[in-house]
């Protein structure tokens, strides 16, 4: 494992006023087995329930959570992009504490029910990149990682059909997913000038709408559709000319956000025989993901049109209409 002046992983250039990658001092080799270093917090947890009638209960809970293993992904990628990377002397352990109050009431005798909780919770050492860095095949992820903090709050609603032939269930998300990195001292910026900003994974609106129709004992359908708005990213805001290159300019991390992401999946269930008392049972199903072919952004790759000079935007889409057939069985 490499060693750092000041065991500081990451490099802050008072000139340039940005984040480098640490020069390391040396190398500490560990035995097999060897403890490298260790950590230790409690967790309590604390839930309360009361019902206010048989059809009307609220609840509040408050949960602290340790994780000690981070993931950090990388916005400008095409395709997804995660990496793990284990808590160590550089990288501390993720701890998180949340809040939430709900409310729960049946309607028409328990056919259908609503279901809504408010939350709040922050996390204290919330591993954030260096502008810049480079994630694929690196070997010392430390070199590019800072110690943050992140936080997100919203309110849930689900309004839910329990009985009949047609069951399902609206919901809908209203949140806000933020993190921040403030410098390590008076001299450091941080990332994003130590302020607030969307974290990789928040979406303002979240929309799923899922039905269930029992049409026979053997035909049963579904269909699932989905509303997200866009996740964060970071645009460029301008362009210059360097020897000849133009260069982007990119603005403020995650201050814009991909076109909406929505689709809709069908799905048909058959099942030939129903009333078998057989131990081996089996079902075919057919489906259809995003029938409509909505082209949803994975990423929007800018760059420079060789015939007319101008800048371009261009959508990445990986999946469009997707058809199935599966067969399931139990025994």
Known sequence: MNTYANDQAVAFNPDLQIYEEATPTGVTYYKPREKIISFGNLEPRLAVSYAINEEQSVKASYNRMSQYIHLVSNTASVSPLDIWAPSDQYLKPEILDQVALGYFRNFRSGKYSLETEAFYKKTKNRADYIDGAELIARKAIEQVLLNGAARAYGLEVMLKRNTGKLTGWLSYTLSRAEQRTPGRNATEPGINNGEWYRANYDKTHNLSLTAAYQLTRKWSFGG??????????????GKYQYQGITIANYGVRNASSLP???HLDLSATYVPRPDSKKRWKGEWVFSIYNVYGRNNAAALMFEQNRETGWSEAKRISIFGIVPGVSYNFKF
């Open 224 to 237: 699932i559709f989905t509303y997200q708005t866009g996740k964060a990213a970071t645009y460029p805001i």
């Open 260 to 262: 909406a992401y929505h």
